[in-house]
Each structure stands twice: as C-alpha cells, then as structure tokens.
C-alpha cells in the first residue's frame, strides 16, 4: 500500500523585511496568532497598494487560516501581487498551490508552467505540477517532471521531488526505474529516511529480504515524518499486543520511532549476525500474505494473513472449498448440505488447544469462533429433530457437527466434536455442549498464545548455557559490566589432550549501542577438564568477561560454541547501562557467588582484594549458603571526616494469596573484611573513613519458601539522610 504524502504548503516570503510592521506579522505567524497577523496584514496592503510582496504577505496569512472563505480572499490577494510583478515565480507557484487547494487543477497548471519557464531550475514549480499529477491521474503534469529529472537529477536539492516521483512509479508498476531513480537519491540525500524506507519496500517485493531489512532499520533510525512513521507502525501493528498498541499512541513522534526500533531490537534472536533474522521472517511473512490471502483492502490481506504473521505458517491446516459438498447423517437419514468456503488452522506446537476457524465472506476470509459460520443451509432433519423434541439449539452449531467430523484428523479437539452421530435428541444436546466448550477453550487459548512466535534456525545443537550480570563502577566512573557464564558440558564434548581429557568451547561477544551500531567485538577460548568420574553427574565450567560502557541503551550478544561435537548456544542481554558518574549515594548491582576468598593471583573475578566466584544461575539451593557481594559509592563525611551508614537486609516473596511478604534475613553470617563474625540482625549500622564500601554476606533460604522471591538491599547515609537500594531477583529450590 503507497501513502501519497501530499503536503502543501506556501513558498513563505524570502525577501529581508526591514519594516517594524512586516517583522511583527512575521513574528506573529510563526507564533500561531494568525488573526492578529492577518488585521496587520490587511492595513500593510491598503496602505501599499503597489506592493507585491504585501498582498503576496496577505495572501499567504489567508491560505494559513486554511478556510474556504479564506482561500476566496486569498485568491484576491495573490492575483493582486501577479498584477504588481507578473513573473515573480514566488507569486506564481503561491498561487498555483492556492488553485490546488480550489481544486482549480488547470490554471494551476498555467501558473506552474509559467514559473517553471520563467525559471527552469525552479524546483518548487515542477514539485507542484507533480502534486496536480497525484491529484488528477493527469499524465500531462508528469512528463514535464519527468523531462526535467532526466537533465537534472544529478543537480536536485529537493528529495521529496524524488521521493514523489518514485512513489508515483511505485504505483505504476515500474518497480526498476523507481528503484533507480531512489538509488541516485540515496546517493544525493544519504540522510534523508523516507528514501531508505522506499528502498526497504522495493527490496522486499523484490525478495531480497537481507537489504530490505537493512535499509528498514536505517531508515527508522532519523525517521521524522508523523505520516510515514505511522505507516511503518502499522506495517508491523499484528505483533504488538493491546497494551503496546496503547503505549505506542501516547508516546510523541520522536519516542515512537525509538519504541518501533527497540521492538526490533528486543526480538533479534541473535546479535551475532548484522542482521536481524525476525524483521526477515517478518518481511517473509508479510508477503506470503499479500500473496496467498490477498484482499483489495488495507492492510492487504485477510485474518488468515493476521494469523500467518503472528504465528507463520500452522501445523496442520484443513481447506474446504467455496461450495463443498459436506455429507451428514442423522435419524438413520443421509445426504449433503453446502457451505461457505472455510478453514482450520491449528498449532499444537505452540499450545495444543491453540486452533483458529475461518470462514470466507466474498472473497474476505474472516476469523470466527466456531464453524456454524460456515453452514448455509441447515439440513432438514435437524431442523425437525430440533423442533420435535422442542431443543434450545441454534440449528447451525448443530449442523457444524459434520464439518468438526471433517477436520477430525486436526487434533484431538476437532475429533471429539466429530466423533457423535445424531441417534437421538441426546446425542445432539450433548454435541452442541461439548461445542460450546471447545469454543471457550479454543478461545482461552488464542487469549494465552503469545502475541507472535517466531523459532530461529541454527547449524548446531542446543548447548545449555546460565548466563547471568551485574554493573559496578569502573575507573574514570565508567561503567564495567560483568558476565557470568555457566557451561553445561557432555561427555562428548570432550578430547583427549596432553594426557587429559578436556573440552574446548569458543566464545564470541558482540556489543551494540542504542542505535543498534555495533560498537565492539571479542573472541575467547574456553576449557573444561573432565572431572573424576565420581565428580560427572553435572559437568559445568563457570566463566566472566568484563565489559566497559557509557551509560545508556546497550545490548550484548553471546555465542559459544563446541566444533567437537557441533554443539552451541546463543545468548543476548538488552541493558539499560547504568550511570555511576553521579555524585548522589548509588549501589552497584548484588552479584551472586558460591565462594569468597583472598585474592592471590591476578584474575578477572578480582575485586577489592577478593575474588569473588561467579555464580551464573538464577536459582539458589535452599539447603546450600549463598554469598552476596555488592559496591557502595559516594558516602558523604562528616565533621570528623567519617563516614556512617545503615544496611537493611529483606527478602520478598509472594504469599499463596499472591501479595509480596517482605522477611528479614535471618542466620546471616558476615564475613565483611574477611572474619567469620557473630550472627547479625537485618539492619546494622556502619562506619568508615572512605566515601567508597563494599559489604559481602553469606546468608541460607532454610526460613524462606520455595519459588521465586527478590533480595532488597537498602542503604542509608547516616551523615546525608539520602538513601539507596537494589534488587536481586532469584528463585529458590531444592
């Protein structure tokens, strides 16, 4: 679908205004106080009556006002200036797009040309007879435009002359000079959005879905155009759920341009590659449903094409053509009765009770809750059935029962509903009540689905990977991200190898910045040593990688891989960085470890003199401690050149009724500093000589529930009042 942006607008004054009076009207329009301007306008005009730029200034405040009364008058103003100054191409091109708006189309055109003659170069005057021509359909209005380009297109400072012109060979089908013409403007205007969003289209009707999705995200990236955002929104509107739908309306234009990338974003299932597989799948799916349930309607496809994109193709669909002949039995009577054309869609991989039915409506295949939809004429017999025995039973839902019969290779759903034979009134009453439940079924089912599923394709088996993070401040304030990472390894995975048995795994991490620029790139090489064979029921090698940022949207893509036995995974982080150069109280995120100890190598997992274990998982054994370690920056002093501050320690978890119950730790061990201390409370006090602290506990979940719950930390500076917190959110298990 081509959205003709047609904006209109006047070829304002230019000439420099000395005149107090002028400069005020001037000063006037732009702060939108047209009434105002027009009354000194009018006075400026009558008191210049052989001025052509004060009835042109009057003219133009007229067509503002955007009245048909107005354009009346402003039809006066401007035939006053071209009396005053006849080959004033300002005038002209003023006027020819005030006839435009009178829909006077030919003496616009006279008013065109007469610019464009008097000044061939005159960009503005070719732009206009291009709108007559998206008005009118008028072939006349386009050959000069195209007369033009075929000499100047190397010397044109108008994109949106281009991007007209393409858009109108666009609709004509002449794909390949549209391309070309937008190619050379790529190369005039390489900012300019709409031109790459143009280019995205033809790429994708063309099938080439890797440029199509390249140049779509580049041309979201400065993309200012209200209108032509909309269209882009709307392109991809089906896989937003209700409540994005709402959010995205109330955001302003240059916050939905940031929502429409970081969705795409969000959904790339692998940073590793530049491209981003599900806008792909995205552009696949689109066309396969313009193509396949095509209708001549926005957004050109029916509800089947809703559902492809959302879900892609079903697995397992039944077709039943326009006029199909479906048999039934009843009452020992046989015969067949017609239908509209109908389908079923299900999709078991996805949730075994998630079907679609669909029935057509000329030629527009719509979504339905059940197949009565279908049925056109109701069989007789179960029309008397329903009226003999006096049934409360809509004739049609009763009927449906032979096309679940159908389709009862479907699934199980579909069979039970196919599976009776209308014997007796029973039989029926009982159909139409398992009908009705497979329909709120069916329906729940559709409510639960995800809003779009998508399942990427890889060249290796799924290797399992824990991959966890946490922020602290680095030096010069910067933030360092640090990457816990758990490799699950199979005895397969290992070689034999300086007499041991070791498995060797390469890590590749990219990151991206919030303009979806790749802005780094790192590769390590990964051994495990097969432990003892007592030692083998888990087999998992525990890694970090430390990462520097700037603040802001960031996102980190991981890839780790076993050539032996052609296994891997990927894994992908979207992170807001935090910012630790702030001079206010802050706390860097709660990092999990299973053992603290003195440093005495150097060593990544080194902070403060310790190292500090990664532990990658989100779950935590309730029969097994845990250590918690986190960062305190920009404690404040007092007259004595100390520092004082209360840590408060708490565990949140959902009660059965399902509200947040906040416990205090109990049986926590301190071991700040290193020394195994007495057993504390969940709230102490400390004290300090350094603006910076950092504070490890070890704590157990013997007192805590089973599932998830989130560890708060509080902080309070003594000497400020200012506190701070973080959260960690973990599950507990056995």
Do not use: C
Request: aromatic share 14%; charged share 30%.
């Amino acid at each position: 679908i081509l959205f003709f942006l047609i904006n209109i607008q006047l070829v304002f004054t230019q000439v420099k205004i000395t005149n107090s009076v002028f400069q005020k009207i001037e000063k006037l329009r732009k702060e939108g106080k047209l009434i105002e301007a027009l009354s000194l306008a009018k006075k400026v005009s009558d008191s210049n009556k052989r001025s052509g730029e004060a009835y042109n200034l009057l003219g133009e405040i007229y067509f503002q006002l955007n009245n048909y009364g107005y354009f009346k008058l402003a039809d006066k103003a401007f035939d006053m200036a071209l009396r005053q100054d006849p080959d004033n191409s300002r005038y002209l091109i003023n006027y020819g797009k005030l006839k435009i708006k009178l829909r006077d189309y030919s003496r616009a055109e006279r008013l065109f040309n007469r610019a464009v003659k008097k000044d061939p170069d005159n960009y503005e005057g070719y732009k206009g007879l291009l709108e007559l021509y998206i008005l009118s359909g008028n072939d006349r209005y386009l050959y000069k435009v195209e007369d033009f380009l075929k000499d100047k297109i190397n010397e044109t400072r108008s994109s949106e002359i281009l991007v007209d012109y393409s858009r109108i060979l666009i609709k004509q089908g002449k794909t390949k000079d549209a391309k070309r013409i937008l190619k050379r403007a790529e190369k005039l205007f390489p900012e300019n959005s709409i031109i790459k969003l143009l280019l995205s289209d033809l790429y994708r009707k063309e099938r080439n879905y890797e440029l199509a999705s390249r140049y779509y995200l580049s041309g979201l990236k400065n993309l200012n155009d209200e209108k032509e955002l909309e269209n882009r929104y709307t392109f991809m509107r089906d896989l937003l759920t209700l409540k994005q739908r709402s959010e995205y309306k109330k955001l302003p234009l240059e916050k939905k341009r940031e929502y429409l990338l970081e969705f795409w974003r969000e959904n790339d299932p692998n940073l590793m590659t530049e491209l981003n597989e599900r806008l792909v799948e995205h552009f696949k799916r689109v066309e396969y449903a313009r193509t396949f349930f095509r209708t001549g309607v926005f957004p050109g496809y029916d509800d089947r094409g809703v559902i492809y994109i959302k879900y892609g193709p079903p697995d397992s669909r039944f077709v039943s053509p326009s006029g199909s002949n479906v048999p039934f039995e009843a009452l020992g009577q046989r015969g067949v009765f017609q239908t509209r054309a109908n389908e079923s869609w299900v999709y078991p991989s996805i949730d075994t009770a998630l079907s679609f039915d669909f029935v057509e409506y000329g030629g527009f295949y719509k979504l339905v809750n059940d197949l009565r939809d279908a049925i056109m004429v109701v069989p007789n017999v179960y029309r008397r059935m329903i009226i003999d025995f006096n049934l409360n039973i809509d004739p049609k839902l009763a009927a449906s029962k032979d096309l679940y019969k159908e389709r009862s290779s479907l699934s199980s759903y579909y069979s039970r509903l196919g599976f009776y034979s209308f014997n007796s009134p029973s039989d029926m009453y009982k159909f139409v009540q398992r009908a009705y439940k497979f329909t709120i079924d069916k329906r729940q089912a559709q409510e639960d689905a995800p809003q779009q599923v998508y399942k990427p394709e890889f060249d290796f088996i799924p290797l399992d990977l824990a991959i966890s993070y946490a922020q602290f401040r680095d030096k010069n304030s910067k933030t360092k991200l640090e990457i816990y990472m758990g490799i699950f390894s199979d005895e397969k995975d290992f070689i034999f190898q300086e007499g041991k048995k070791i498995a060797l795994y390469d890590n590749e991490i990219v990151t991206l910045d919030s303009t979806y620029k790749r802005t780094g790139k790192i590769k390590r090489s990964y051994q495990i040593t097969l432990p003892p064979e007592d030692n083998r029921k888990n087999i998992v090698g525990i890694f970090q990688e430390n990462l520097k940022f700037n603040p802001g949207r960031n996102s980190v893509g991981i890839q780790i891989k076993s050539d032996k036995n052609k296994r891997g995974g990927i894994f992908k982080i979207d992170i807001n960085i935090r910012d630790f150069s702030k001079t206010k109280l802050m706390l860097s995120d709660i990092q999990f470890s299973d053992l603290i100890e003195p440093a005495k190598l150097p060593d990544k997992k080194i902070k403060n003199g310790l190292k500090i274990n990664p532990y990658p998982y989100n779950r935590i054994y309730k029969d097994k401690p845990i250590y918690a370690y986190y960062e305190i920056y920009n404690l404040t002093f007092d007259k004595y050149g100390k520092t004082k501050y209360r840590i408060e320690y708490s565990v949140k978890q959902k009660s059965r009724g399902g509200n947040l119950i906040t416990k205090g730790i109990k049986g926590v061990i301190n071991l700040f500093g290193g020394k195994p201390q007495e057993k504390i409370a969940t709230s102490f006090t400390r004290e300090g000589s350094s603006s910076f602290a950092y504070e490890y506990i070890m704590f157990n979940m013997q007192e805590l529930s089973y599932g998830p719950a989130i560890l708060a930390v509080k902080v309070t500076d003594l000497n400020s009042g200012v506190q701070s917190e973080v959260e960690k959110r973990f599950t507990i298990e056995k």
